[in-house]
């Protein structure tokens, strides 16, 4: 079982093979993901909501993913890990290198930053010192104020080209994967048709060239209602183990998500 690295996920993106990613936020249930086979485990500041109870991902510190990306590396063999750096902790770019120097410290192979022309420099100076870098796109929730809400993004043409031209800057300026956050599928669709680096979408329509979830809202257990473009696979499968496996499964058989879990133009 070979690890997998950043070099294996663009394989798979040429390949036309989907890639599986869940987050983890402690060792047991990232070594649970890693045995299903996911290929990319994300300590998400997500962490903020579903571990530490907070209606965001504002109060998140960097020292609390430093904590949560050390205990999530002891559980994983396999997969890459990602961390996500926090808000307002990659302002510019002496501060991402500091942080981001932090996280890999604690075990991430990459970290991940939100935004488009904001974070610009912030991607460069990380991957100029030899840290890869995950951008992510649309639905941003650490700017959920600015955004007036948990709302789709890239809607209507001048957003959808601005989203478009983004991610090419993002990959232009060093990073190497994007997530795309709540955005229509069409958009999604061209977003990874157009830049080289591998897409992983969440509501984001079938397109993108892998999948992420919230282990916690993919299990049923996240307080408050489903989002739409989440699905709990635990109803059918008896254990977390299998609802994991059927999670991977139908990520690389094209099954999730399916209409219901994705967003028009
Ligand atoms: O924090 C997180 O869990 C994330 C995913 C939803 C992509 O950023």
Known sequence: MSQITITKLQQLKSAGEKIAVLTAYDASIAALADDAGMEVILV?????????????????TTEQMAYHTSCVARGVVRALLIADLPFMTYADRSQAVAS??????????????????????????????????????????????????????????QAADELLQQATRLQD???????????????????????????????????????VLVCYDMLGISKGKRPKFSKNFLTENNSVAAAMSAYVQAVKEHTFPADEHSFDS
């Open 44 to 60: 998400g500041d997500s962490l903020g909501m579903v571990v530490q109870g907070h209606d965001s991902t504002l109060p998140v």
């Open 100 to 157: 981001a120097k932090l996280l890999m410290q604690a075990g991430a192979q990459m970290v991940k930053l939100e935004g488009g022309d904001v974070v610009l420099d912030a991607v460069s100076a990380i991957s100029d010192q030899g840290a890869p870098v995950c951008a992510h796109l649309g639905l941003t929730p650490q700017s959920v104020h600015r955004l007036g809400g948990y709302r789709v993004q890239g809607r209507g043409a």
């Open 173 to 211: 300026a060093g990073a190497q994967l994007l997530v795309l956050e709540c955005i229509p599928t069409e958009l999604a669709q061209q977003i990874t048709a157009t830049v080289n680096i591998p897409v992983i979408g969440i509501g984001a329509g079938i397109h993108c060239d892998g999948q």
